[in-house]
């Protein structure tokens, strides 16, 4: 069994900054790409950030310049740096990892992390 678990979701002010923390857990061979997307109330959920085991980070122009994607590989764990936050950026923010459990690949999702933008 592996488990996805999202941190660091909350209130924050126009401007301001956030970090979110996503831990991946159980039953782990071995982790191939890791991402954020986020889901806004009465939208589609969208793709935020994507990042490939020893790839490059890719964004959508939306976020691009002030969301940062990371990965500590030791820690099963990534993170999304939020600057220059927007009252259009809140959603809900869900963790995504393709993970290898040893006997196959899926995707794996974490039960997301609401974020709020507002003064």
């Known amino acids: 069994q592996v488990q996805l678990v999202e941190s660091g979701g909350g209130l924050v002010q126009p401007g301001g900054s956030r970090r979110l923390s996503c831990a991946a857990s159980g039953s782990i061979f071995s982790i191939y790409a890791m991402g954020w997307y986020r889901q806004a109330p009465g939208k589609q959920r969208e793709l935020v950030a994507s990042l490939p085991s020893g790839g490059s980070a890719t964004y959508p122009e939306s976020v691009k310049g002030r969301f940062t994607v990371s990965r500590d590989n030791a820690k099963n764990t990534v993170y999304l740096q939020m600057n220059n936050l927007k009252p259009e950026d809140t959603a809900i923010y869900f963790c995504?990892?393709?993970?290898?459990?040893?006997?196959?690949?899926?995707?794996?999702w974490g039960q997301g992390t609401q974020v709020t933008v507002s003064s």
């Open positions: 995504v990892a393709d993970i290898n459990n040893g006997r196959y690949v899926s995707r794996y």
